[in-house]
């Protein structure tokens, strides 16, 4: 099965997307009890039968790699071989599933009931269904779903379940499992439960690495998890962990299966039952614990609109076809399969480039609702009536005109975009803006974000990042060409000529500037620098002449959005270098760089030096952090944050004065330790 589909970004346009059915239409109609007893008799993996957890147990435990590593565990530290094995059983049987059908007929019961009254809709793509299913058939299958919410892995299991498919094998946190009665029950329903770190433990990453791969070898049931690891708060895909795609990968490397199946997965929220909660995580909040106590008092949600869901089960990836010619695997037959190997350079840059790719994937598969461009539209409106002292609001005819102008736009970016064509515009906007009236407000025929001057900066701020968010969804829709008319309009403002030379220099920048910030497929900047200038010029925006880039008349409506929906990321970079450079105290450990550049932010918002409140985002300024670290601006020294390198006042410079500066400027090195 060939993945070249899955890389083809060049034309978007030209991409068909599968139809979607509602699977609650049915659940309305009939019976939940009859639907959660019914016969359920999905098919497996070349047939093998259902293998019950004991018997995995009891094959891992016995497996040559698991004692390799005990044996090298007890001459290591001299404990008893019995004492370690008893030590990895009592770790199995904390990690591992035991999946009961009658735990998952409640479930089927339970959440039939809750999704009905949270969602107006829950859309799958059947086709994609079928996909799966044929492969299933076929070989091991790992499902690759994205995460933006505590939904995402009960809505699989729902969904495998309501379409006679074999139900996943899930890796959960741990933090789940210490949920009375419900850490037992997601147990029994597939959940694997796993520490968020292993700390080097050698025996641990053995266990949990041979379970892993001998539920996949064997076919037992799909294997899933989430490439980005955790949820992301601020809808933004996140950049992918490759510690289980590693394992999966390796029975197929090491010649123990034919092929394994990965299988992209996108849900898309019209409404994210978490938005406050994230936004107040972002600022600082403590995330709360997972508890049953919890999960009871969020039960007032149950009383909300939180709109449609959509579902898309992409493409299979046969990993046989994406390994062809990349990796070469005759180097695992140099050694024993049983003795664990840490992955060599090619491996790595091979696995990791996969991630990203499975990652970019799963956002051109996310459906993006109206309530997403409308909140980019208001986003901007209120920066730019904040800069200039304007009314705040844009009035709702204007609105719903840039709406319609923003889908166009967004289409013909090649956008997966969900919108009614059977109502009037001005229909659309106003059921979106309906739905989220807790973020925005309508008076006197305006629009405006529901914000109050009364309010606190940090409750405002709340406000701000849920929009952000939704915001978020469409950005690596106008990323690439955002990024281009970024260096476009820097070119223009020092007087440079705009030749592509040049648009690509400033491109590259931006673009190793926002490694951290967004998806962004390694060696792949040329690849992105031309999709850009593609979807400019092919709207009309960009003119190409005897290698000159040039805006035309048309263009300037869409070069001025592109740029303001990057504005607030490079405004905050900018924030974060000039804290670096001014304001940071000397021994400032990691643990204190938030809070001291949050406060930092606070008080620049407060004296009106700083238009963005989303700079505020824990999410922005790790980023941020992570890659001044990546290009060795900023180095830990010791426990602590510092920097003795030339490029932290030179990027800050550059981005303070971006219309002045088209090159990075030097000066000597400075040494200092914060």
């Known amino acids: 099965m060939s993945s070249k589909a899955v890389y083809s970004h060049r034309n978007p346009m030209l991409k068909k997307r599968d139809d979607f059915e509602d699977m609650l239409e049915e659940r309305r109609n009939s019976s939940d009890l009859r639907y959660a007893l019914r016969c359920y008799t999905p098919v497996l993996y070349q047939g093998v039968t259902p293998c019950k957890a004991s018997m995995l147990k009891t094959m891992v435990l016995q497996s040559d790699q698991l004692h390799y590593v005990i044996n090298q565990v007890s001459k290591e530290t001299g404990r008893a071989n019995d004492d370690i094995t008893e030590e990895a059983s009592a770790i199995l049987e904390e990690m591992a599933q035991r999946l009961q059908l009658s735990t998952v007929r409640f479930f089927a019961f339970t959440l039939s009931k809750v999704f009905k009254t949270l969602f107006r809709s829950i859309c799958v793509n059947e086709e994609g269904i079928q996909r799966l299913q044929q492969a299933i058939q076929e070989h091991p299958v790992v499902l690759l779903p994205s995460h933006r919410s505590y939904m995402d892995f009960l809505l699989m299991s729902y969904i495998l379940y309501t379409y006679d498919l074999a139900l996943p094998v899930i890796a959960a946190g ?121 999960l009871f008092k969020a039960r007032k949600v149950l009383s909300e609109d939180y709109g449609s869901i959509h579902v898309y089960f992409g493409q299979p990836v046969s990993l046989r076809s994406l390994a062809q010619g990349k990796v070469n695997r005759c180097q695992f037959s140099l050694m024993p399969r049983h003795i664990p190997k840490r992955p060599n350079e090619e491996i790595h840059n091979f696995v990791n480039d996969s991630a990203y790719r499975l990652v970019r994937t799963q956002e051109e598969n996310m459906v993006l609702k109206p309530w997403v461009l409308l909140a980019s539209l208001l986003l901007q409106n209120h920066h730019q009536n904040q800069a200039v002292g304007q009314i705040p609001g844009i009035a709702l005819d204007e609105l719903t005109e840039q709406t319609v102008w923003l889908r166009d736009v967004s289409r013909q970016y090649g956008a997966f975009l969900h919108w009614p064509d059977q109502m009037a515009p001005s229909e659309v906007v106003s059921s979106s803006l309906s739905l989220h009236q807790g973020l925005v407000r309508i008076s006197g025929g305006r629009v405006q974000l529901a914000l109050k001057q009364e309010e606190e900066l940090l409750s405002q701020a709340v406000i701000v990042l849920s929009c952000a968010s939704y915001r978020n969804q469409a950005l690596h829709v106008f990323l690439r060409p955002a990024l281009l008319a970024c260096g476009i309009h820097i070119a223009s403002s020092n007087k440079k000529r705009k030749t592509d030379a040049v648009s690509l220099c400033f491109f590259s920048f931006l673009r190793n500037m926002f490694f951290n910030e967004f998806i962004l497929c390694p060696g792949a900047t040329v690849q992105d620098f031309e999709e850009a200038c593609y979807l400019l010029a092919k709207t009309g925006a960009l003119h190409v002449s005897q290698q000159e880039v040039l805006v035309t008349e048309k263009g300037q409506r869409t070069l001025a959005y592109l740029t303001s929906m990057l504005d607030p990321f490079l405004q905050g970079y900018q924030v974060v270098c000039r804290f670096l450079c001014e304001e940071a105290p000397e021994n400032l450990t990691e643990k204190q760089f938030i809070p001291a550049l949050r406060k930092f932010v606070i008080n620049l918002l407060l004296a009106g030096r700083l238009r963005y409140t989303e700079v505020l985002s824990s999410d922005l300024q790790k980023n941020c952090l992570a890659a001044l670290l990546r290009l060795g601006a900023v180095r830990k020294i010791k426990g602590y944050v510092g920097f003795d390198h030339p490029c932290v006042p030179s990027w800050f410079n550059w981005l303070k004065h971006a219309k002045k500066y088209w090159k990075l400027p030097t000066q000597k090195a400075v040494g200092a330790r914060l």
Do not use: C, H, Q
């Open 174 to 294: 741990m933090d789940f499992m210490g949920m009375k009665i419900v850490g037992e029950m997601l147990r029994m329903s597939g959940a694997f439960f796993i520490r968020r770190s292993f700390g080097g433990d050698r025996l641990y990453w053995a266990v949990f690495s041979e379970y892993v791969k001998t539920m996949l070898r064997n076919g037992f049931a799909p294997v899933e998890f989430f490439l980005e690891g955790t949820r992301s708060r601020t809808s933004k895909s996140l950049t992918p962990k490759l510690g289980l795609l590693n394992i999966v990968m390796d029975p197929f490397l090491k010649g123990e299966v034919f092929d394994v199946s990965l299988v992209p997965v996108s849900i898309s929220y019209e409404r994210i039952l978490e938005e406050v909660l994230y936004a107040r995580e972002l600022l600082g909040v403590p995330k709360p614990k997972e508890s049953t106590s919890g």
